[in-house]
């Protein structure tokens, strides 16, 4: 079992900066790749960042690409989205989710793949 905490949402102008945090508990965090998501009012919940077990590989969706960088510290058991040049389209609840067993390699897009899911943080973006 995995239990997922987001922090670091909060108001922002645009063109501002925000770094979200996700701590996790449960030892086999560092085994699970993390993923990054986003709903906002009336819409979908949708892909922001992915990050494989290791570190080594990540993927982001177009639409953050080149703003929000995704990391992970697995002796701290965290994951955090640093993002920069935030727009008014990026005001959402970011969620964080963890992959879950069994054990795989490699970054997932899909919300449906994750087992395990933050409670989330809002992130709103004025212009």
């Known amino acids: 079992q995995v239990h997922l905490v987001e922090s670091g949402g909060g108001l922002v102008q645009a063109g501002g900066s925000l770094r979200l945090a996700c701590t996790a508990s449960?030892?086999?965090?560092?085994?699970?790749?993390m993923g990054w998501f986003r709903q906002a009012p009336g819409k979908e919940r949708d892909f922001v960042a992915a990050?494989?077990?290791?570190?080594?590989?990540?993927d982001y969706a177009d639409s953050v690409k080149g703003r929000f960088t995704i990391s992970r510290d697995n002796a701290k058991n965290t994951v955090l989205l640093q993002m920069n040049s935030l727009k008014p389209e990026d005001t959402a609840v970011y969620y964080c989710?963890?992959?879950?067993?069994?054990?795989?390699?490699?970054?997932?897009?899909?919300?449906?793949?994750?087992?395990?899911w933050g409670q989330g943080t809002q992130v709103t973006v004025s212009s």
């Open positions: 449960g030892r086999s965090f560092s085994t699970y790749p």
């Open positions: 989710a963890a992959l879950g067993p069994p054990f795989r390699v490699g970054v997932f897009t899909q919300p449906d793949e994750y087992r395990y």
């Open positions: 990050i494989s077990w290791t570190g080594g590989s990540t």
